[in-house]
């Protein structure tokens, strides 16, 4: 499976950007998606995931209520809305899929290539 990431850019804060990661095959469509995200100098973080369906979703306490995962399996694509950026936020944002149907934050296989997002302040 390749993961193409797209999306990233500049930021001021309190903006908003829509990450999205389109799969190269189907395969992904059973599988858990998610985002993860390395700032400089920082280990990579999970940010957040879902389920197979859509139907579980799961997110990383510092971007709870601004950030949103979502699907469409149709296209074989998932996305990360992020609204109210912060300088915080500033990293190269992953996308992954997870070797299970169900939502995680770990048991990833595949990763696309990475697309930075940077939030001045």
């Known amino acids: 499976v390749q993961l193409q990431a797209s999306g990233g850019g500049l930021v001021q804060a309190g903006g908003s950007l829509r990450l999205s990661c389109a799969a190269s095959?189907?395969?992904?469509?059973?599988?858990?998606m998610g985002w993860f995200r390395q700032a400089p100098g920082k280990e990579r973080e999970f940010v957040a995931g879902?389920?197979?369906?859509?139907?579980?979703?799961d997110y990383v306490d510092s971007v709870k209520g601004r950030f949103i995962i979502s699907r469409d399996r149709s296209k074989d694509t998932v996305y990360l809305q992020m609204d109210a950026l912060n300088p915080e936020d500033t990293a190269v944002y992953y996308c992954?899929?997870?070797?299970?149907?169900?939502?995680?934050?770990?048991?990833?296989?595949?990763w696309g290539q990475g697309t930075l997002v940077t939030v001045s302040s």
């Open positions: 879902i389920a197979w369906n859509g139907g579980a979703t």
């Open positions: 992954a899929v997870r070797r299970s149907s169900n939502v995680g934050r770990n048991g990833y296989s595949y």
């Open positions: 095959r189907r395969t992904a469509s059973n599988n858990a």
